[in-house]
């Protein structure tokens, strides 16, 4: 059966986990230049129909460096743009393709193309989701920490697609996540309440974000109007602002506490320059593991 990755839902502890070793295998490999031709002969198409730096190239060079080929579209450049409708889409491109990345709007979107493709449908963000992202970041928590399930994790911002994947990983992985939002910008809460049903360890939204750090091992964080939210930018910047990540709300996390942000980052919105470029920042790092863990995606589902 073709296996999709549409949301962290779609995936068991022991799955997660597996990606994230294979993941770290494969980065000591390429460290060590070892050469991957296990997708040689194979292609994967992206559709992006939102802008992307990270996403883009990390797939596009995960999968050349497995020996594969790459096509990427944007929105504008397929019939996407004029309503060919969806199921139609996902019929024709599996037959010239291995696999479909994605990059939308709506989360039905990606849902209803893997609903007609015969071939892998990976989500590589919507409104909803950004579920590689969050495999990324665990990985560079476990190397940073040496394993994610003892640890607290706390999220500051937006209850966005970052946050509602955070939550997934929670409930599968079994750490504790302490989000704090705003009233008004909360997580999904349909998301909110299946982890919440499923999760060995506590998954709490307040609103304080001094509350959310205490006792944390993890702080992270993202822009606080997220693509396709451009026109909010000014009246979030004015609720957000008690939300910023900065020298003084890191020194009440744990002593060695790490700080992520997927990026790109807003220098002095979310996070203070000083942070991110700080020593307790993993940005960087974070970033790079996008790499490895898309080549653990691609060859999970088209190996
Ligand atoms: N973190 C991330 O998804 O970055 P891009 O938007 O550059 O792909
Ligand atoms: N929440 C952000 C993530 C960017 C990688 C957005 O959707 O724009």
Not at 135 to 147: F, H, M, N, W
């Amino acid at each position: 059966m073709t296996k999709h990755l549409l949301s962290l839902w779609d995936f068991t502890r022991e799955e997660l986990t597996g990606y994230l070793n294979l993941a770290a295998t494969l980065k000591q490999e390429s460290k060590n230049n070892v050469r991957h031709q296990q997708l040689a002969g194979k292609t994967i198409a992206l559709v992006f129909e939102k802008p992307s730096t990270r996403t883009r190239v990390s797939f596009e060079s995960a999968m050349y460096g497995l020996g594969g080929q790459v096509i990427y579209l944007s929105g504008r450049d397929t019939q996407l743009a004029r309503n060919e409708p969806l199921k139609d889409m996902a019929r024709v491109m599996a037959r010239y393709v291995n696999g479909l990345v994605i990059r939308t709007y709506g989360q039905e979107i990606v849902d209803e193309l893997a609903r007609y493709s015969s071939v892998p449908v990976i989500n590589a963000l919507t409104d909803l989701h950004h579920p590689c992202q969050i495999l990324s970041d665990i990985q560079t928590v476990i190397e940073k920490k040496g394993a994610v399930d003892k640890l607290h994790i706390a999220w500051i911002g937006d209850g966005n697609n970052m946050a509602n994947s955070w939550i997934q990983a929670a409930s599968r992985l079994g750490f504790a996540l302490t989000l704090a939002c705003p009233e008004g910008y909360d997580p999904d809460p349909e998301i909110l309440a299946k982890a919440r049903a499923e999760a060995a360890r506590p998954i709490t939204v307040v609103r304080d974000p001094a509350a959310a750090v205490a006792d944390a091992d993890v702080i992270n964080t993202d822009v606080w109007a997220s693509m396709g939210q451009e026109e909010e930018q000014e009246k979030r910047i004015k609720v957000f602002q008690p939300y910023q990540v900065n020298g003084g709300l890191l020194a009440k996390a744990k002593a060695g506490a790490i700080v992520l942000h997927c990026l790109p980052a807003h220098r002095d919105e979310e996070i203070t320059d000083e942070v991110l470029e700080g020593s307790q920042c993993v940005a960087w790092d974070q970033a790079e593991n996008k790499l490895h863990i898309h080549k653990a995606i691609l060859l999970t589902h088209l190996g």
